[in-house]
């Protein structure tokens, strides 16, 4: 599986972010709707509609909010705050307010950021009944005191959780696991960065051959992944390895969470293509971040790993206005996307050999094997080396490439030309 113009994919990726960054998302509702629906657009998706009140492990499917306009007029009766500016400016799951107030009681209800006094932060209040709004400090200090008017045409009502569901049938039932959350707002690293990478990915993987099969999960966060299980737990049973995709657009480094398990074949996977492939951060599981915590929860104890650029909270821009469409770049998307599928590949193509000939070295120059992998460098050379001495039917191909510090690929490349040239077989 390989892509032929990486630069032009984090281009389309760019593109398609840009094009679903408006929607005003949250957990429920019809931003979460038309996002996957333009998801939809790209895959086969299976939209799932679950009704509020359902029980799901130890939660409850919440009502479900949609907004249809929120403002603060001053007493001249202009829109100050808009939510048709910045969708950021309502703290999402706000419940329906109409009020008249001072200044000083409408603080009560702003979050502002002081360090930033220019960036609006982003706020929710899911499972609290509450309401507010998120401004610039810059903002909130130039509104005069006064009356003002507060208006939240919002609505929390019986209705449905939505989430989408895109499944690749592969030669094994065994699954590989994609799942990131779609229920942000204007927010672009955070996380339309991990739902247009997964949308690729799986636009990708559809029109490759595949050993294993695939599930994206296109979920609102926490709640999303514990209905998943939830509903799914026999399914869980055949997930061989996972990747939560979020913050995948930002400039800092490739960053790769283990799983619960630490030593799972896709954190191994994760961390050969990682290193491999210059400056990165391998971090171990801690039950805090993305939906790992659930995947990872002990009852499921899935290998599921989170692949992220820098993680949450440890770039000044998370959860505010200034993670926007300027902050993520085609390159580290690109990058991103490239980083994923090398993943993929490695557990596609991680096979456990025997060598035919293991009484001393065979002469691979009568076999023209040598610089038979297209290279003639020495690791070429040693990963041909490396294979035939460990491919005892007990070493995996991924096994040899940690042992031997090399690249997952140029082993199986060497194990490749070691099998057409009739030295190996597969276990
Ligand atoms: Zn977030």
Request: contains cysteine.
């Amino acid at each position: 599986m390989r892509v032929e113009n990486i630069d032009e994919v984090g281009h389309e990726i760019h593109a398609f972010m840009r094009h679903l960054f408006p929607i005003c998302r949250s957990i429920t509702g019809d931003g979460i709707r038309e996002t996957l629906a333009r998801v939809g657009k790209h895959l086969s998706l299976d939209v799932r509609e679950i009704p509020t009140g359902t029980r799901v492990l130890d939660w409850t499917v919440p009502p479900e909010w949609n907004i249809r306009d929120a403002y603060i007029k001053d007493r001249a009766g202009e829109r100050v705050v808009d939510l048709g500016r910045s969708n950021l400016h309502l703290m999402g799951y706000s419940v329906p307010v109409r009020e008249t107030m001072s200044l000083s009681e409408l603080k009560q209800h702003v979050f502002t950021l002081p360090e930033h006094p220019d960036w609006i932060p982003y706020r929710t209040s899911y499972y609290e009944p509450s309401w507010g709004f998120c401004l610039a400090e810059r903002q909130l200090g130039s509104l005069p005191d006064g009356q003002y008017e507060v208006c939240i045409d919002s609505t929390l009502e019986d209705g449905f959780l939505t989430y989408g569901e895109c499944y690749l049938e592969g030669d094994r039932e065994d699954e590989i696991l994609i799942s990131t959350h779609a229920c942000h707002p204007s927010l672009a690293n955070d996380n339309l960065s991990g739902v247009a990478v997964a949308t690729f990915l799986a636009k990708h993987l559809a029109g490759a051959s595949r050993r294993y099969s695939y599930r994206f999960l296109f979920i609102p966060g926490t709640i999303g992944s514990i209905t998943w299980l939830a509903l799914n737990e026999e399914a869980t049973t055949r997930i061989a390895g996972g990747l939560v995709l979020a913050g995948l657009g930002d400039p800092g480094r490739s960053t790769y969470k283990r799983s619960r398990r630490g030593e799972a074949e896709i954190d191994r996977a994760a961390a050969n293509v990682l290193r491999h492939a210059g400056d990165h951060a391998i971090e171990a599981f801690e039950p805090y971040g993305y939906d790992e915590r659930q995947y990872c929860s002990p009852g499921f104890d899935l290998p599921v790993g989170c692949l992220m650029r820098t993680p949450h909270g440890r770039y000044p821009e998370y959860h505010t206005s200034a993670d926007d469409m300027s902050f993520v770049k085609p390159p580290f998307l690109a990058d991103s996307f490239a980083k994923c599928l090398a993943i993929v590949n490695v557990m596609e193509g991680n096979r456990t050999y025997r060598n035919l000939n293991p009484m001393g070295e065979p002469q691979l120059g009568r076999r023209g094997l040598y610089g038979a992998t297209g290279g003639s460098g020495v690791g070429d050379r040693m990963a041909m080396l490396w294979v035939l001495n460990l491919s005892d039917g007990d070493h995996s191909l991924l096994d040899i490439a940690e042992r031997a510090s090399l690249p997952f690929d140029l082993v199986r490349g060497a194990a490749d030309a070691l099998e057409a040239g009739g030295l190996l077989e597969e276990r």
